[in-house]
């Protein structure tokens, strides 16, 4: 199978809002857990994706000129609180003139996805379809790289409450200014969050 698909669209950051752990009163699903669930599935997603990039060799030159490799896998991470996330899915990579795209496609899942905001657990569990584009030379990120992240979840409450929610994300790593930036819709809501990122993340 040739992954034909490749994002390159660059995410256009309007306003930053910022991250904050204050609970304020009640319970239910907020805002902020909202922003917090894209920004914790796309860091461990990212961790996934690089762990299979650094499968296919760090070096950027260790195939020929013009040359294609592509290889399906399966990766699930632990989330902060218990439960795990995984993605299932196949990365291609190509090699022109000694630098290295890769594109990424995968399905993935949360399993009893958990973490604490507070005293309060929210847990999640449901699927969703991930895309992603990379570029490295001389074995670096170099220029923009993409995410996409779409699909439903299932959240429950300590205390019981629950509801199903409907997904779309986009995330644009950079590697000159080290930032992530997270934006989309989640459970009807508009989230935008800009993080500090390293190369080593993913």
């Not at 599935?41 to 650094?54: E, K, N, P, S, V």
């Not at 630098?99 to 958990?114: K, R, S």
């Not at 409450?161 to 409907?166: D, H, L």
Request: with cysteine; proline share 1%.
């Amino acid at each position: 199978m040739r992954l034909t698909h490749r994002l390159l669209g660059l995410v256009c950051i309007v306003a930053l809002a910022a991250c904050s752990d204050d609970l304020g009163p009640g319970d239910g699903f907020d805002a902020e857990d909202a922003a917090l669930i894209a920004v914790e599935t796309d860091a461990l997603t990212g961790a996934m994706i690089l762990a299979q990039l650094d499968n296919f060799g760090i070096g950027s030159t260790n195939l020929g000129a013009n040359s294609l490799d592509e290889r399906e896998f399966t990766r699930t991470r632990a989330c902060p609180a218990g439960g795990s996330v995984t993605i299932t899915g196949a990365a291609e990579r190509t090699v022109t003139d000694g630098v290295a795209e890769y594109t990424v496609q995968a399905e993935g899942v949360w399993d009893e996805c958990a973490r604490a905001r507070g005293s309060r657990m929210l847990t999640i569990d449901g699927t969703f379809h991930l895309e992603a584009y990379r570029r490295r030379a001389n074995g670096q990120f170099a220029g923009i790289q993409t995410a996409t992240k779409s699909g439903e979840f299932t959240w429950t409450r300590g205390n019981g409450e629950s509801g199903t929610c409907a997904f779309s994300v986009t995330t644009t790593r950079n590697p000159e200014t080290h930032t992530r930036h997270v934006e989309g819709t989640v459970c009807g809501r508009s989230i935008e969050r800009e993080v500090t990122w390293q190369r080593s993340e993913g």
